[in-house]
């Protein structure tokens, strides 16, 4: 670690490290806000859920199902399936807490998002995760976050179709370019081949969050007991 | 501006089933991870995960967005993110006004 670096400057990175993922993350809250009214939320309580469940992908799932009044138990199951894989990212990302107080862990995964998850796994990958990089990280994307499903909430359908613009796609560009910064590892072709196969097949036989684990587990398996170049220290 | 008992509850349930699975990891591994081959599966979940995340997106939604996500992995290989990023929203664009 260069002498340089403070608890300012990495807070810095950490925030801009996310701004890509904020700005791509802004436009989806407010549609989400947006389609709340319809199914039957109002501004305070679909507030609420961006403030306490915070996952961008179960809360869209959540929409779809929300009846009136809504069935807690069917939209909590809901929210485990489509949140399942933080578990196992959380299992990844404790391992790179090591520089965190103790009572800053749990707090630190609370809000663990796909986005944050990623970046710390990249981060950490060439230098040591600090609290103060992974706050810059989460502070400014959870305000964000809650401020913009509020003004979603609010405006209506400020947003009618992101679909058409290509907006969601500003994610997938995310997760492609965090994918591809990990080609040089071993067996990485093996990996993606094994998770994009059983995730498109899973999917096509069972629509939802499955393909998810699936595919993670598929890729998982196949680094644990393909043959390949072990990693040369790096 | 109300919030109804049924929905609060939902929201705390969604709520507590997410949260159960973020803190998983403070439970879940220790010893577990460090052997050879479980190490060798916890290092490739990131890659795993977001293949497994992007795969259906790019391969069962459709002809538009599969040729964006070709442009978009071409990006990559050679880009940084923001402009890979410029290149996805214009491609999925383009490529949905003509499919």
């Known amino acids: ?234 | 501006m109300s919030i109804s008992a049924e929905a609060l509850l939902a929201i705390l349930a969604m709520a507590i089933a997410t949260m159960a699975c973020r803190l998983a990891g403070l439970v879940l591994p220790a010893r577990l991870i460090g052997t050879g081959r479980l190490s060798r599966a916890f290092d490739a979940m990131p890659v795993a995960i977001l293949s497994a995340i992007l795969a259906p997106l790019l391969l069962t939604r459709g002809p538009a967005d599969a040729l964006a996500g070709l442009v978009v992995i071409v990006a990559a290989a050679r880009l940084p993110m923001i402009p890979v990023i410029a290149i996805g929203i214009g491609a999925a664009a383009a490529a949905r006004a003509l499919f």
């Open chain 1, 1 to 234: 670690m260069a002498v340089t670096d403070t608890p300012f400057t990495e807070f810095r990175d950490g925030v801009f490290a996310t701004l890509p993922a904020i700005v791509a993350a802004v436009p989806f809250a407010v549609l989400l806000g947006a389609l709340s009214g319809d199914r039957g939320l109002s501004v305070a309580e679909m507030g609420l859920m961006s403030a306490l469940v915070f996952a961008g992908a179960s809360q869209f799932v959540a929409l779809d199902g929300w009846g009136v009044p809504p069935s807690w138990w069917l939209l909590g199951l809901t929210a485990l399936v489509v949140n399942l894989r933080h578990a196992l990212m959380s299992a990844s990302l404790v391992r790179h807490l090591g520089a965190f107080p103790p009572w800053a862990k749990p707090v630190a995964l609370l809000f663990m998002v796909d986005e944050v998850w990623a970046f710390a796994e990249a981060r950490a990958a060439t230098r040591r995760l600090t609290p103060a990089f992974y706050a810059g990280m989460v502070v400014l994307f959870y305000l964000s976050w809650v401020a913009a499903t509020l003004a979603g909430a609010v405006a209506g359908s400020l947003i009618r179709d992101p679909a058409a613009l290509g907006l969601d796609f500003a994610f997938i560009a995310i997760f492609v370019v965090l994918v591809a910064g990990f080609r040089r590892r071993p067996r990485f072709f093996a990996v993606v081949g094994a998770s994009v196969g059983a995730s498109v097949l899973t999917d096509l036989l069972l629509p939802g969050a499955w393909s998810i684990m699936v595919g993670a587990g598929a890729g998982m398996l196949v680094a644990a007991f393909a043959p390949g170049r072990e990693e040369g220290g790096a």
